[in-house]
């Protein structure tokens, strides 16, 4: 069962779907939730500030809006935005990281990854891309998994399948499948 929950908004449009999903999935849940925004520390001190009350209000109005779960935390602060999404997610304990599509850019995401990719590879922790539009339940959920314990898959390595049940989505069955076999 899910405990806590983190999500990383950049503030655009391709970042409300997922907080909007995730603020299903805690009340769903009855996990805490974390909604993360991370300022670039290049800015000069008077316009981080500005930026960081401007996204805690703008965070806070969103989250209310679709209706704020019980244990809800709005966070902003400064740094790189995979580090602190990952060191974030660690210090809460959180058991999921929950994203919005990324903006393509393509010379940038082929020589230096976009935030979810770099996110997936370090934080240590499930992440899970929401994009589809809101308010419709999950009708089909793709987990990619390569068995490891970051993958946190532990009864799917003893048993050749395992089911989960994700609130807000049908039953989803994750199949280990080995290369050769």
Same mark, same amino acid.
């Given at each position: 069962? !899910?405990?806590?929950?983190?999500? &990383?908004?950049?503030?655009?449009?391709?970042?409300?779907?997922?907080? @909007?999903?995730?603020? @299903?999935? &805690?009340?769903?849940?009855?996990?805490?939730?974390?909604? !993360?925004?991370?300022?670039?520390?290049? !800015? !000069? =001190?008077? %316009?981080?500030? @500005?930026? #960081?009350?401007?996204? =805690?209000?703008?965070?806070? /109005?969103?989250?209310?809006?679709?209706?704020?779960?019980?244990?809800? /935390?709005?966070?902003?602060?400064?740094?790189?935005?995979?580090h602190? #999404?990952?060191?974030?997610?660690?210090?809460?304990?959180? /058991?999921?990281?929950?994203?919005?599509?990324? %903006?393509? @850019?393509?010379?940038?995401?082929?020589?230096?990854?976009?935030? #979810? =990719?770099?996110?997936?590879?370090?934080?240590?922790?499930p992440?899970?891309?929401?994009?589809?539009?809101?308010? =419709?339940?999950?009708?089909?959920?793709? #987990?990619?998994?390569?068995?490891?314990?970051?993958?946190a898959? %532990?009864?799917?390595?003893?048993?050749?399948?395992?089911?989960?049940?994700?609130?807000?989505?049908?039953?989803?069955?994750?199949?280990? %499948?080995?290369?050769?076999?």
């Amino acid at each position: 069962m !899910l405990k806590s929950i983190l999500v &990383a908004s950049d503030l655009s449009s391709r970042s409300k779907p997922a907080v @909007q999903r995730v603020v @299903q999935l &805690a009340e769903g849940s009855g996990a805490a939730l974390c909604v !993360l925004h991370v300022v670039e520390d290049d !800015l !000069l =001190e008077d %316009r981080m500030r @500005q930026e #960081i009350r401007s996204a =805690e209000d703008y965070l806070t /109005d969103q989250v209310t809006g679709f209706g704020k779960p019980a244990v809800c /935390d709005v966070a902003v602060t400064t740094g790189h935005a995979f580090h602190v #999404i990952g060191e974030e997610a660690r210090v809460r304990e959180a /058991d999921l990281i929950v994203m919005g599509a990324h %903006r393509r @850019q393509f010379l940038r995401d082929v020589f230096v990854g976009t935030t #979810i =990719e770099r996110v997936t590879r370090t934080a240590g922790r499930p992440v899970l891309m929401a994009n589809s539009k809101t308010g =419709e339940r999950w009708r089909r959920v793709f #987990i990619a998994t390569d068995m490891s314990e970051t993958s946190a898959m %532990r009864p799917a390595r003893r048993r050749r399948s395992a089911s989960w049940t994700l609130p807000m989505s049908p039953s989803c069955t994750a199949t280990r %499948r080995s290369r050769g076999r």
